[in-house]
């Protein structure tokens, strides 16, 4: 298993970093609908890329918590191959402060073949965690 974990302090309250979360294109269309309409445990498909490719996982959404949790797993092609657990988390720093982290545990047998992969992932969050936090942090919501 590999993981990968990113964390920004955003000058925002939670429910802010939320909207700004779900407004900001960091969370594939699908699975915005799918937390938005609350389909939790049911299988769907997302396509994602990476890298210049662009790949097709079955995704669950497991927990989606407004505004401070989402946690979804996916998979390539069939479980065990290359599978992700992805989740979000927002939390209160101050009252007018918080806390967004993103965290992607990885599993399957091609893992140790796709390190670049992995790697764009976390440069990825890293960017998405700063667009987040200048949404919020201007008031948006």
Excluded at 46 to 66: D, N, P, Q, Y
Excluded at 75 to 92: A, N, R, T
Aim: net charge positive; glycine share 6%.
């Amino acid at each position: 298993m590999r993981s990968i974990h990113t964390r920004i302090f955003i000058d925002a309250s939670p429910a802010h970093v939320w909207a700004a979360l779900m407004a900001s294109g960091a969370i594939p269309q699908e699975i915005r609908n799918a937390i938005r309409e609350q389909r939790i445990d049911e299988p769907f498909r997302v396509k994602m890329s990476s890298g210049g490719r662009s790949v097709s996982l079955t995704i669950k959404l497991l927990t989606a918590e407004s505004p401070r949790t989402i946690r979804w797993k996916g998979y390539l092609l069939l479980p065990g191959l290359f599978d992700g657990e992805h989740s979000v988390e927002i939390s209160e720093n101050s009252p007018r402060s918080s806390l967004l982290q993103q965290c992607e545990n990885f599993s399957g047998i091609l893992v140790p073949f796709l390190s670049r992969t992995i790697e764009q992932t976390r440069q990825r969050f890293e960017e998405t965690n700063a667009k987040v936090r200048d949404l919020a942090e201007k008031g948006y919501a």
